[in-house]
């Protein structure tokens, strides 16, 4: 995946390009049920490739919020996770850029808890994460407040991740994600989890990133929320891009599609 600097003189007016992007798995199945019937002893094992993701191309100008819409199953996260740079693609290619055409710094929320070390506590993690991703000790002294204050995690704070609740997890992960300057930052259903209160809070939080110019992607089965906060939403269906629009266009014809499945 390249995801180097770009020529300085070259344009770059998207944040994300993604070209041709396959990703198949590996999947092993074991055919117990079979054996058993067959009346053979011990379990057969084979492997079959699956594909996730199926030549996806696409592109993100900056500053565009977009949701990833779809059935379970689809290769949303695969995708998400490619972006972020935790699954290595098969094959095809990926560009995530900042303005300046350097390297996008990025902010990730994809599953809750991840990336964190469960035997620190919260205010540990925070400075772990921040030192992680290029942040100065003054950078990470100055946000650490404002990281803590956003989350009201309070006290629990000093305590041990490991005894957390999801909605805690998720006060931190995303009280982080966006207090640390990034230029793209990628969400993956997790808002689900949080309270809603809370939830209020950062799709206050993610219209005020909006407004500074950031890009976002987010992966999310609350249509309301899309409707709410996408200019653009991407529907996929089996590992490849069913539709690609505005909202209203994109969210009628999933609608009207989960209302035939279900019918
Ligand atoms: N590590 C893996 N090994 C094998 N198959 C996988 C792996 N990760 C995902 N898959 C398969 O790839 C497909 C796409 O999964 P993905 O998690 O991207 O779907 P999704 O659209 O995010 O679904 P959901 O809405 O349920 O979160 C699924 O069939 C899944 O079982
Ligand atoms: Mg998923």
Sequence with gaps: MDTGNMNANAPC????????????FRVRHMETLKSTLLGLRGRREHVEPFTALDNVSFTIPHGQTVAVIGRNGSGKSTLL??????YVPTSGIVHLWNT????????????LGAGFH????GLENIQFFAAM?????????????????FSELGDKIDTQLRTWNDGAKL?????IAVHTDPDILLIDEVLAVGDEAFQQKCYRLIASLQAQGK???????????????????LWMHRG????????????????AFSAEQGG
């Design 13 to 24: 007016p998207y944040a994300i390009e993604v070209e041709n992007l396959t990703k198949r």
């Design 171 to 175: 006060r931190l992960g995303f009280s």
């Design 81 to 86: 996770g490619i972006l972020a740079r935790i």
């Design 118 to 121: 469960h035997e620190l506590t």
């Design 215 to 233: 890009t976002i992607l987010f992966v999310s089965h609350d249509l309301l929320a899309v409707e709410r906060v996408a200019e653009r939403v």
């Design 100 to 111: 300046r055409c350097q390297r996008a710094r990025l902010a990730t929320l994809l599953e």
């Design 133 to 149: 991703l290029g942040m100065s000790e003054k950078e990470i002294d100055a946000r650490t407040p404002q990281i803590v204050a």
């Design 240 to 255: 490849v891009i069913r539709m690609d629009g505005d909202p209203r266009t994109v969210l009628d014809a999933y609608r």
